[in-house]
């Protein structure tokens, strides 16, 4: 409950943002309940990728399960199979523009999609963009979780809000508090669970599309300096991590 320790302990704030203790105030965070409705039918959990095209240090070219996509598709199953938490997996690709790679627009073409399989499917609690981090090539994130070499993830927070400008009117995001709750439930359970597996929450003043829903969630999984192997068995922790939080 204490402000200082929570923000040394579970975060990192992006130089251009800021956090106070209204906005990471544990108790408030802690005590909203991240529980899916399962009494109801239909998918509960979307993941996606505004950033499709990231792979991983022994990617196979063309072989799509070893890319952050087939890393959705793993975590699809686990969640639909191993979890029985109904989940569906859209592969849009909103960073590639006439053949070539180019990430200036992501956010923004995907935003129309994700929300018409939104409302398409309003039994949807959970949105999940699954990303890949980009880190120097000397470093590698990885930790010896049950025994088996693990890619490390991070959560990551937009805030709608910068140091210089205050709150950004023209991305607004009615769930702010909801996703900080989400992702420090997560980042609890998975360090209770499974400790070394989460890098520290990041902070940063850009909404990322995390509007959509209160449980929506941006996951920097690993690293292009991590193996296909560590990003698949990172995949399993992360599921089962989900599921505490949302169903156990």
Same mark, same amino acid.
């Given at each position: 409950?204490?402000? %200082?320790? !929570?923000?040394?302990? #579970?975060?990192?704030?992006? &130089? ?19 529980? /899916? ?21 022994? &990617?196979?070219?063309?072989? %799509? ?8 598709? !793993? ?14 997996? +859209? ?9 070539? !790679? ?11 999609? *994700? ?8 039994? /949807? ?11 120097? %090539?000397?470093? +590698?994130?990885?930790?010896? /979780? ?9 959560? #990551? ?10 709150? *950004? ?18 980042? /609890?359970?998975?360090?209770?669970? #499974? ?5 520290? *929450? ?9 509007? #959509?829903?209160?449980?929506? !969630?941006?996951? %920097? ?15 399993? *922790? ?11």
């Amino acid at each position: 409950m204490n402000y %200082e320790y !929570l923000l040394g302990t #579970f975060y990192t704030v992006d &130089s251009s943002t800021m956090a106070d203790p209204e906005l990471l105030n544990a108790q408030v965070l802690l005590e909203k309940n991240m529980k /899916i409705d399962q009494s109801k039918k239909g998918p509960k959990v979307l993941i996606y990728h505004t950033h499709s095209q990231e792979a991983f240090a022994d &990617s196979v070219p063309g072989d %799509e399960s070893t890319t952050i996509v087939g890393m959705g598709n !793993l975590l699809t199953d686990l969640l639909n199979d191993t979890y029985k938490i109904e989940t569906i997996h +859209h592969k849009g690709v909103y960073d590639m523009v006439d053949g070539k !790679l180019d990430r200036s627009m992501a956010y923004d073409l995907a935003e129309p999609e *994700i929300q018409k399989i939104l409302n398409d499917n309003p039994s /949807i609690e959970v949105v999940i963009d699954l990303h890949r981090d980009g880190v120097a %090539e000397g470093t +590698h994130l990885a930790a010896q /979780i049950k025994g088996k070499p693990t890619a490390q993830i991070m959560f #990551f927070n937009g805030l709608s809000r910068t140091k210089a400008n205050g709150n *950004i009117g023209y991305l607004p995001n009615p769930y702010i508090e909801d996703n900080l709750a989400f992702s420090l439930q997560l980042q /609890i359970a998975a360090a209770n669970k #499974f400790p070394g597996f989460t890098r520290h *929450i990041y902070l940063r003043g850009y909404r990322y599309n995390m509007h #959509f829903k209160p449980k929506t !969630l941006l996951v %920097e999984a690993g690293a292009q300096t991590n193996t296909v192997g560590e990003m698949r068995n990172a995949m399993e *922790i992360l599921a089962d991590t989900l599921n505490t939080v949302l169903a156990e």
